[in-house]
């Protein structure tokens, strides 16, 4: 039970950051900057309330826990957004929610199953010096 | 860190670790293989007492002495015989072979010399003596790998390094590895090492 609830908390975690960081860059792709200067703006802001929201949480689900995914979807979602425009794909505010959603739930996905692999990994052989 | 800054982190240590609940499982399994006079290195505010299992005969050190103030309070809930003492993980105040066990929980990540210290948990364990760790190190996966390397550049203005190689130190330092169990992805590992009985 404990389990579960930290897991769905982790889950949480992601669908907010990366959900913010697609609307923060949805929000700068309106200003029309340069493209990269956009990118680095939305990048940088996305990580900025991710690491505010991975402080805030990080008393219930773990320091270390909320900062590593967290940074992740905050570089992720944000880049996301870019290629969705680069391919000429109009978002609203209501798609940006449901990208970010999305990925939220696909990165948690992702990081269950690496978290599998190193169990499964370090279980099955005495350790020789990597995780390959 | 000089001492005002580990009063600071003394005060938000505990706060921040919070998720001694999540990895108090994992801790408590770990803890469970200590055996013998045991020392712990370095007790912080002492949040890892409560993993310890009763009736073990526990010298925790510690060079801070906002942090051993905290694990006072703390050290008094111990069923069993939990010594503080102030000392530096890399100049041990204890003679060769005196103890069965030593473990560290998120200490390693936070000295400044960890290679000097393994050298001190290996010079007063006995030969046999086991070598019990809840670190957390670089992960293996470059991306997760060069995200820490990216947090560790502002968490080592608090003292913490999140991208050391902290088994190869071990190994380095003449351990023995015999077990590692992933807590969280390859980050947060619990190992199981020992001084080998031939030197």
Same mark, same amino acid.
């Given at each position: 039970?404990? =389990? ?11 669908? @907010? ?14 200003? %029309?900057?340069?493209?990269?200067? %956009? ?13 505010? @929201? ?22 992720? *979602? ?16 209501? %798609? ?15 990081? %269950?199953?690496?978290? *599998?692999?190193?169990?499964?990994? @370090?279980?099955? *052989? ?5 995780? =390959? | ?9 003394? !005060? ?27 020392l712990?290195v ?17 010298r925790a050190i510690d060079l ?11 050290? !008094? ?6 010594a503080l003492v102030k000392a530096d993980a890399g100049l041990l105040p204890f003679a060769d072979?005196t103890f ?20 001190e948990?290996?010079r007063v364990?006995?030969?046999?003596? !086991? ?21 560790? #550049?502002?968490? !080592? ?18 351990? +023995? ?5 992933? #807590?969280?992805? +390859? ?13």
């Amino acid at each position: 039970m404990g =389990k579960a609830l930290f897991r769905a908390g982790d889950c949480l975690l992601l669908v @907010l950051v990366s959900s913010i960081g697609v609307l923060l860059m949805h929000g700068i792709h309106m200003l %029309e900057w340069p493209f990269v200067l %956009e990118m680095l703006a939305g990048m940088g802001a996305a990580m900025l309330v991710q690491m505010l @929201l991975a402080l805030a949480s990080a008393p219930l689900l773990g320091s270390i826990e909320t900062m590593v995914p967290s940074s992740v979807a905050a570089m992720v *979602s944000p880049m996301a957004v870019c290629l969705a425009h680069m391919a000429d794909w109009r978002t609203g505010s209501r %798609e940006c929610l449901l990208l970010g959603t999305v990925l939220g739930i696909g990165m948690f996905a992702v990081f %269950e199953v690496y978290a *599998s692999v190193c169990r499964r990994a @370090l279980r099955r *052989s005495p350790w020789r010096g990597a995780i =390959k | 860190m000089n001492s005002t800054a580990w009063e600071w982190r003394a !005060r938000l240590y505990d706060f921040c670790e919070a998720s001694a609940i999540r990895r108090a499982p994992a801790k408590r399994r770990l803890f469970g293989a200590m055996r013998g006079e045991v020392l712990f290195v370095a007790a912080g505010t002492g949040g890892d007492f409560a993993c310890f299992p009763p009736g073990m005969a526990i010298r925790a050190i510690d060079l801070s002495e906002a942090m051993l103030r905290r694990a006072q309070r703390r050290s !008094r809930n111990y069923a069993g015989d939990l010594a503080l003492v102030k000392a530096d993980a890399g100049l041990l105040p204890f003679a060769d072979e005196t103890f069965d066990t030593a473990v560290t929980s998120c200490t390693l990540c936070s000295l400044p010399d960890p290679a000097r210290a393994l050298e001190e948990i290996r010079r007063v364990l006995k030969p046999g003596g !086991r070598l019990l760790l809840f670190e957390h190190v670089r992960s293996r996966n470059p991306l997760l790998g060069a995200v820490l390397d990216l947090m560790t #550049v502002w968490t !080592r203005r608090t003292g913490t390094e999140m991208n050391r190689d902290t088994l190869g130190a071990v190994a380095a330092a003449g351990f +023995d590895i015999r077990r590692v169990e992933s #807590v969280y992805l +390859d980050i947060i590992l619990s190992v199981r090492a020992r001084k080998p009985r031939i030197a």
